[in-house]
């Protein structure tokens, strides 16, 4: 048996690898010759904290930051500098993505493909996503990968990470790897993606050894995937997240119903993620969530594209220029085979989990956006859908573009003054240029001129025009 079980290890990472190495086609890149100073001439600049518009502004970057923001005509380009021309344009933080997964396959789930961070990396960059929460990779994967983008080393956004996931023993996600997964990977990936508690003592132990590899939250899965599955006991959950308190590490919850967030939050969550999907909240528990004064991401485009599916996909213009057209066209080609039940079960609570989205957000819950990118999202391209459906859900333009910049941006340097997620003097130019106004219209995010990470704008290359 354990010769079988090291002959399976050895063709999973032979697998791993020929998936890591795929030639996928290259959206993103570095420029050549990078400039010593950009400048962005006559733009209008976004104040995401007042929500208002700046006209004629000069920005001048240098040495990755904001260095002065003047008005039109009163900054002159360093020798050797870029101009990019900013009229008829908005210059706004790029954008943070609160729920992100990164060794996430690119395709829908039927066609099982498999995961591809190059690509999905390429694909935050390309739509302007410079910042993710990645809400639970492969241990130590996850945090190697962190740093060589931390340094360079490697393309990609600005990313944080969770890591493994403290979950019960059978629960969310380790019951649906055991489910869809052939017993020798998820033998592979469950250790590495989940820790199954039973006791408030190994909920200690688990968030001890996350605090030690490194994570910047620990995520603590406290709903119920699939609805018959174990759900972590109230005890264990606060010995966890307790533990992880004495480390300086905070925890965010992955909840369904209103007591599970309740649950969470009495336990000392930092964050609920996913929000209440599950039911229409009452006033009662609309207030009480709101007495916590804990920030959620509702993701809601992850329950609108799952109930969605074996519905006729049209990818938008965005989704045409990042997604292989396999992918795409594949989202129309559902086979017989798979089940879609569970999916299309989603579809009776999905006004509710708008109404209780809005109602919580006028209690003053803080909204984050997130888009939980997994298989039949498209990195990147779903949290523009994510913002859009925040606008239908209630908020304004210029509220859902701070959910997706500023209020993360605070969330996770845990200040009120990050110096990302905006744009002024001194902040990290990791920036985004749109045409036209975004405040006037939220789709306008989507209609991209320029990326800039730390300072260098980005060569981007369409697969469609869109």
């Known amino acids: ?232 006991t109230n005890e264990s959950l606060a010995a966890a997240v307790a533990e992880a308190r004495t480390h300086d590490l905070r925890a965010v919850a992955h909840i369904g119903t209103a007591q599970d967030a309740i649950d969470a939050a009495e336990a000392g969550v930092a964050a609920w993620v996913h929000g209440v999907y599950k039911e229409p909240l009452s006033d009662e528990q609309v207030a009480k969530l709101a007495s916590f004064g804990i920030p959620m991401a509702p993701t809601l485009i992850l329950f609108e594209t799952f109930a969605a599916f074996g519905d006729p996909f049209e990818p938008t213009d965005l989704e045409r220029q990042i997604a292989a057209p396999a992918d795409l066209a594949a989202m129309n080609e559902v086979p017989g085979s798979f089940d879609l039940t569970r999916m299309r079960s989603l579809r009776g609570g999905l006004a509710s989990s708008r109404e209780n989205v809005r109602r919580l957000h006028e209690a003053g819950v803080t909204l984050l956006a997130g888009s939980d990118t997994q298989a039949g999202l498209i990195a990147g391209a779903s949290l523009h859908r994510e913002i859009g459906l925040l606008v239908e859900a209630g908020l304004t333009p210029a509220e859902a573009i701070r959910s997706a910049t500023l209020h993360p941006a605070r969330f996770l340097a845990r200040t009120e003054s990050p110096d990302f997620g905006v744009v002024k003097e001194g902040a990290r130019a990791d920036l985004l240029l749109v045409e036209g106004d975004p405040l006037a219209d939220v789709a306008n995010l989507a209609r991209i001129r320029a990326v800039l990470k730390a300072g260098v704008p980005l060569e981007r290359m369409a697969r469609s025009p869109g």
């Not at 399976?8 to 990472?13: C, D, F, K």
């Not at 086609?25 to 700046?54: F, K, M, N």
């Not at 923001?69 to 009229?87: F, K, Q, V």
């Open 1 to 232: 048996m354990e010769s079988c079980r090291r002959s399976m290890t050895a063709i999973l990472l032979a697998l791993l690898v020929l998936s890591a190495c795929r030639s996928a086609r290259e959206i993103v890149r570095l420029p050549d010759d990078p400039p010593s100073a950009v400048l962005v001439a006559d733009v209008s600049v976004l104040d995401v904290e007042s929500g208002s518009l700046s006209s004629h502004r000069d920005v001048l970057i240098r040495d990755g930051r904001i260095a002065s923001i003047e008005s039109a005509g009163d900054i002159e380009l360093p020798e050797g500098g870029h101009t990019i021309d900013g009229r008829g344009a908005t210059l706004l933080p790029g954008l943070i993505d609160i729920h992100g997964h990164i060794s996430s396959p690119t395709g829908p789930p039927w066609t099982r493909s498999l995961p591809d961070d190059d690509a999905n990396l390429q694909a935050f960059l390309y739509a302007g996503v410079t910042t993710v929460l990645d809400m639970g990779s492969m241990a130590p994967d996850a945090y190697e990968r962190r740093e060589r983008l931390r340094t360079g080393e490697q393309l990609g956004p600005t990313t944080f990470e969770a890591g493994p996931i403290v979950t019960a023993v059978g629960g969310h996600p380790a019951a649906i790897f055991r489910a869809s997964l052939p017993w020798f990977l998820s033998w592979y990936v469950v250790p590495r993606m989940t820790r199954e508690i039973a006791t408030p003592e190994q909920g200690e132990a688990a968030a001890a050894e996350i605090a030690a590899m490194g994570a910047d939250v620990m995520k603590v899965a406290v709903d119920r995937i699939p609805p018959d599955a174990p759900r972590i």
